[in-house]
């Protein structure tokens, strides 16, 4: 037994070892050890001890522990998954197949409607240089992009949570042995088979929130100090949970658990990246400029950072390394392939929304990019994309229809009876992360939660909250119309004690 947990010990350290090797962090902490090792308080007769002694003293161990920290949470996990399809013998057995191959269907059909757009504009995929007049232009007006004129009539968004919404609700898998097909629920995900926690195991995962904290804000403000001074990722993370943090802290927390902190190397690739911008027309700036203009310009809270979003935005749109980055479903499905965008992500109607609440926590725009691009990464992409991922938006969807049969029978039944599919009510909420919909800083809060727990199990657990928070007036309309009025507005919503009382209600 011994020998193999010293097998997997070696195995995971090897996984780590060439994971940091492909970070680009990687080379200056090396020469930053090359540079210890020769410096004269490192003894070559003593090297293990000594070495030690000057690694912490220039607080590279917390450093190293926080990159690995950041590696075992997200590249090394993505890596068991690619051997575990690599050694998949027939994909065709797979009971989760149906879904997979939906994911490659879904992103194929995105990448076909932006590529049928182009065919339509007359504009090339990959983009084409800017003409100099414009590219000047384009140069002067980079930090008030507000203002530059662009011609969007003939662009759309390629496609809105809605149609998203519908491919999920059309969904069927396999037909198990003696059930009739005609007995498949035709709008439930009941019939997906994926698990997904009950409030019990949800009450288990989130029970740190549920124990008293003595701490007053002043309190508060110290103890987060002294936790970003130790520069601990896994202590910023467990902060987080609390559901309290003092605001001036918070981009700079966000930024540790995501390890997102600014290097040199950050900095020079967001200059390319502009520099691409600035350079090379390509046509998910007008997707990029439509969908701001479309949504957050008009939203009361965040059209003062219009500006900042379009660069954001337009820089994200160019970064290759989100294509790599990003976990997609893999299935063998015959067919044509398309191209898409330099980052791998097609503009949607809303991406913005996930980019617009960082605005709140940083001044500088590479700092608010290179956080917003770790949390897109680690979280938004799953609620974009179908796929078999716990914490994919399948999984949010069949979470939410459990809890609201189980605990909510009344509304659940209300539904049924007005024919309403109670997703079609919290669709948006969930997508969106509830991003445009809550108040920043109470949307601020729940994304505390989701990074200190590290999941996006918050949503459907808090649209549930709202369900039941304002079940009396639902209870009393009968048509889907109406029920959204009642829901249109969360001004009044407050997200901790609501879900503290969730949690803790019997």
């Known amino acids: 037994m011994e020998e193999l947990?010293?097998?997997?010990?070696?195995?995971?350290?090897?996984?780590?070892?060439?994971?940091?090797?492909?970070?680009?962090?990687?080379?200056?902490?090396?020469?930053?050890?090359?540079?210890?090792?020769?410096?004269?308080?490192?003894d070559k007769n003593d090297m293990r001890n000594t070495l030690e002694d000057a690694i912490k003293a220039a607080g590279l161990e917390t450093e190293i522990r926080n990159m690995i920290y950041n590696l075992v949470r997200s590249r090394l996990k993505k890596l068991e998954v690619g051997d575990v399809r690599q050694t998949t013998k027939s994909a065709q057995s797979d009971p989760l197949g149906y879904l997979k191959r939906a994911g490659v269907l879904w992103d194929r059909r995105v990448r076909k409607s932006l590529n049928a757009m182009c065919g339509e504009l007359k504009v090339p995929l990959h983009g084409q240089p800017r003409i100099s007049t414009d590219r000047e232009d384009f140069v002067a007006k980079w930090n008030e992009l507000s203002n530059y004129n662009m011609d969007l009539a003939n662009y759309r968004p390629v496609y809105a949570p809605k149609d998203l919404l519908e491919v999920l609700l059309s969904l069927k898998g396999p037909t198990r042995p003696n059930e009739n097909s005609d007995q498949i629920p035709q709008w439930e995900f009941s019939h997906i088979a994926l698990p997904v926690k009950n409030l019990f195991e949800l009450r288990t995962h989130y029970a740190d929130l549920l124990r008293g904290d003595p701490y007053s804000v002043p309190d508060l403000a110290v103890q987060c100090q002294r936790i970003l001074d130790s520069r601990h990722a896994p202590m910023c993370q467990q902060y987080l949970k609390k559901g309290c943090t003092p605001a001036p802290y918070r981009g700079a927390l966000w930024a540790s658990v995501l390890g997102s902190k600014l290097h040199d190397y950050d900095i020079e690739n967001w200059q390319k990246l502009r520099n691409s911008v600035w350079t090379t027309d390509h046509i998910v700036d007008k997707l990029v400029f439509k969908d701001i203009q479309l949504t957050a310009s008009n939203d009361d809270q965040y059209f003062v950072f219009e500006d900042v979003l379009y660069q954001v935005l337009l820089c994200f749109s160019r970064d290759t390394e989100i294509a790599n980055c990003v976990e997609y479903e893999s299935f063998p499905v015959k067919g044509k392939t398309y191209e898409g965008p330099p980052s791998g992500v097609v503009p949607f109607h809303g991406i913005c929304m996930f980019a617009a609440p960082f605005c709140y926590l940083y001044d500088s725009p590479v700092c608010l990019y290179y956080t917003f691009r770790a949390f897109y990464i680690r979280y938004c992409h799953r609620l974009t994309t179908i796929n078999t991922h716990p914490q994919g938006i399948v999984s949010l969807c069949l979470l939410f229809e459990k809890l609201l049969q189980t605990y909510e029978p009344q509304l659940w039944s209300h539904f049924r009876e007005l024919q309403i599919q109670p997703l079609r009510v919290v669709f948006k909420w969930l997508m969106r992360g509830f991003s445009g919909h809550l108040p920043p800083d109470q949307l601020l809060v729940l994304w505390d939660l989701i990074l200190g727990f590290d999941s996006l199990e918050i949503l459907p657990l808090f649209a549930i909250i709202i369900l039941s928070f304002r079940k009396e007036s639902i209870m009393q309309v009968a048509s889907l119309d109406s029920i959204e009025a009642i829901l249109a507005d969360l001004s009044s919503i407050k997200v901790l004690p609501l879900v503290q009382l969730a949690l803790s209600r019997d």
């Open 5 to 42: 947990q010293d097998s997997s010990i070696h195995h995971t350290t090897a996984k780590v070892i060439t994971a940091i090797k492909n970070t680009k962090c990687y080379e200056p902490i090396y020469k930053e050890l090359q540079r210890l090792v020769a410096s004269p308080g490192v």
